[in-house]
C-alpha cells in the first residue's frame, strides 16, 4: 500500500528560527496533504498539493510538492511559540479515499 | 466542512471489557473511517465503516476486536472488544466528503484500559 516516510521526528528551536519537514514516498503520488496536530489535539487540514513542482504559501507556511510527485516539504519560517504540534503529510491510497499518514514530525518551540 | 462529534471524549475501563465509541456527523459524508493513535505516534488507520454493510478492516485489525456499525451515512460506532492494556490509545473517527478531499476528524477518545 501507499507509505510516506517523513523526517526529522522531532525538532526543536527556538522562537524566530525555520522550520522544515521533509516527506518522501518511493512511489509518484497523485497528491500530498499537511496537517497539523496541536498537542492534546486532533489533526486539522492545512493545504493539498496535486501538481508538480507546485508550490504554495500561507502566511509563514511554505509548501512543495517536488517535480517527480515523490517528495513534499513543509517549511515554517520565524516560528513562533502558536506553532508547536506535530506536523503530519499524507497520501491518498489508489483509489483517492483512505488517507495514509506520515510519522509525523514534532516541533517544539522555546520562547 | 464537517462538524464531527465522538463520544465518549475520554475514558477508563478494566480489562476484559468493551467500549463503544460514537461517532456523529453534521451532515451526509461519503466516507468514515476509525483511526487508531498511540501516544507520540502516527494515525493507523484500523478500517473503512460501510453504510449498511461489513466495514474494511485494515492489516492487523480484525471484526472480531474491533466491530464497526455504519447504519446511515452521518453515524458510526466503534467497539473495542476484550480490553487490554495493550489497546490504550486515542481513537478517532475521521470522514471524507468526497474522493481525494481532505479529511476532518472528531476530538478523539482517550482510551485508558487498567
Known amino acids: 500500500g501507499q507509505q510516506v516516510m517523513q523526517i526529522p521526528q522531532y525538532q526543536h528551536v527556538q522562537e524566530g528560527e525555520d522550520f522544515t519537514t521533509y516527506c518522501n514516498s518511493s512511489t509518484t503520488l497523485s497528491n500530498i496533504q499537511w496537517y497539523k496536530q496541536r498537542p492534546g489535539g486532533h489533526p486539522v487540514f492545512l493545504i493539498q498539493l496535486v501538481k508538480s513542482g507546485e508550490v504554495k504559501k500561507q502566511k509563514r507556511l511554505t509548501f512543495q510538492f517536488g517535480e517527480a510527485k515523490k517528495n513534499s516539504s513543509l517549511h515554517i519560517t520565524a516560528t513562533q511559540t502558536t506553532d508547536v504540534g506535530t506536523y503530519f503529510c499524507a497520501a491518498k491510497n489508489t483509489g483517492g479515499f483512505k488517507t495514509i499518514f506520515g510519522a509525523g514530525t514534532r516541533l517544539f518551540v522555546k520562547a | 466542512s464537517a462538524v464531527i462529534s465522538q463520544k465518549p471524549s475520554r475514558d477508563i475501563c478494566q480489562r476484559g471489557t468493551s467500549l463503544t465509541i460514537q461517532c456523529q456527523v453534521d451532515s451526509q459524508v461519503t466516507m468514515m473511517f476509525w483511526y487508531r493513535q498511540q501516544p507520540g505516534q502516527s494515525l493507523t488507520l484500523i478500517a473503512t465503516?460501510?453504510?449498511?454493510?461489513?466495514?474494511?478492516?485494515e492489516s492487523g485489525f480484525v471484526i472480531d476486536k474491533f466491530p464497526i456499525s455504519r447504519p446511515n451515512l452521518t453515524f458510526s460506532t466503534l467497539t473495542v472488544s476484550n480490553m487490554s492494556p495493550e489497546d490504550s490509545s486515542i481513537y478517532l473517527c475521521s470522514v471524507l466528503q468526497g474522493v481525494n478531499t481532505e479529511a476532518f476528524f472528531g476530538q478523539g477518545t482517550r482510551l485508558t484500559v487498567v
Open positions: 465503516a460501510n453504510q449498511g454493510s461489513e466495514a474494511t478492516y
